[in-house]
């Protein structure tokens, strides 16, 4: 394996390691552990700051911020400084190697440019004190730099594109504009605290239709926990997006399951199918228990890698059933180009 596909594969995986530890550390109520940035009080490590921790803390026991917090939040950071070195090296290889195949520079370009992007979103949401818009914006960024290094690793190792009918490829777009729809609906909740505004199944509050007040809930600009106004957020706000977010998930899961039997029921994809099946049932059987059991945190933190997983499935099914590249189009015409002239010749 080259190095390029190796800083790939680890960069791949780093990627997943940082948004699921990142869900952790916001749902372990560590995001302002550290409430200053790059650093924490201006030292890089919380052992370095422990003085400044330990006096803060004991001010505000309840707050935010403790040595244990503390270090939860600048591991997530050194992960995330981590993967951004790796990326720069990615595009520095492409570039230099841009003439050869299965190498793609104006992706990695663009990579570098989300993980600017994302350093930025990692500042403002401590700086900004965890805005909603913001926090919901990180998390996606984290899956888009999944996405790109998905795709980067699918076309460095060659991986072989699928003749598949123009429907099947229709309904793997809309389901990976459906599951990116659904994972923006679960960062809003997640990052507006309203995953348990309804804690009855399938149900809220008793009813199919529970009172909502959309207009507060889904207003972007606002501090957390806030309305646009300055009020406090009321719980048919946070009933609107839990309510939401649920609703989008059928939405999603049906259109995804609809994929899957398209895919399961051709032989060439079968496996792509099948292990899409398993992760839309695990993810919805995650969403359900926390649910049930009051968001515990490893369950709450599976559900995010769920997210994760299905992410990386379906931009790999988008790229395998993908209209042929232009170069693997070009060498099976020469291909069959050469059967003919050669048939050609046995007669003459």
């Given at each position: 394996m080259s190095l390029y596909r190796r800083l790939i594969l680890v960069a791949f995986v780093l990627t997943a390691v940082v948004i699921v530890f990142g869900a952790y550390v916001r749902l372990a109520d560590a995001g302002l552990g550290c409430p200053d940035w790059p650093g924490c009080y201006g030292q890089v490590s919380p052992h370095h700051a422990q003085a400044d921790i330990l006096q803060t803390h004991a001010v505000d026991p309840q707050g935010p911020v403790s040595l244990p917090k503390a270090w939860k939040e600048m591991i997530h950071r050194y992960l995330a400084a981590s993967l951004g070195l790796l990326i720069l090296m990615i595009a520095a290889l492409s570039w230099r190697r841009r003439d050869r195949q299965g190498v793609a520079p104006g992706v990695a370009a663009l990579l570098v440019g989300v993980v600017i992007f994302q350093g930025l979103l990692g500042k403002w949401t401590v700086t900004l004190l965890l805005k909603p818009a913001i926090v919901t914006a990180h998390l996606l960024g984290g899956l888009t730099t999944l996405a790109l290094l998905a795709w980067l690793g699918l076309r460095a190792h060659r991986v072989a594109r699928l003749p598949m009918p123009p429907g099947v490829r229709a309904v793997a777009r809309v389901g990976l504009v459906l599951l990116v729809a659904q994972i923006v609906l679960g960062g809003w909740t997640s990052t507006n605290y309203a995953a348990l505004a309804c804690t009855d199944f399938p149900t809220c509050h008793g009813s199919f239709s529970p009172?909502?007040?959309?207009?507060n809930a889904f207003h972007i600009v606002r501090e957390l926990g806030m309305t646009a106004d300055g009020d406090f957020l009321p719980l048919p706000?946070?009933?609107?997006?839990?309510?939401?977010?649920?609703?989008?998930?059928?939405?999603?899961?049906?259109?995804?399951c609809l994929l899957a039997w398209l895919l399961a029921r051709r032989q060439s994809t079968q496996p792509l199918g099948l292990a899409l099946l398993a992760a839309i049932t695990l993810q919805v059987a995650l969403g359900i228990a926390n649910v049930v059991f009051g968001l515990p945190l490893a369950l709450a933190v599976a559900h995010n890698a769920g997210a994760v997983l299905l992410v990386a499935l379906l931009v790999s099914i988008n790229y395998r059933v993908g209209p042929l590249r232009a170069e693997a189009a070009v060498g099976r015409r020469k291909v069959a180009g050469r059967g003919k002239h050669e048939h050609e010749n046995s007669y003459a």
């Open positions: 009172e909502t007040d959309y207009g706000a946070l009933t609107a997006i839990h309510w939401s977010h649920r609703l989008g998930a059928v939405v999603a899961a049906a259109a995804l």
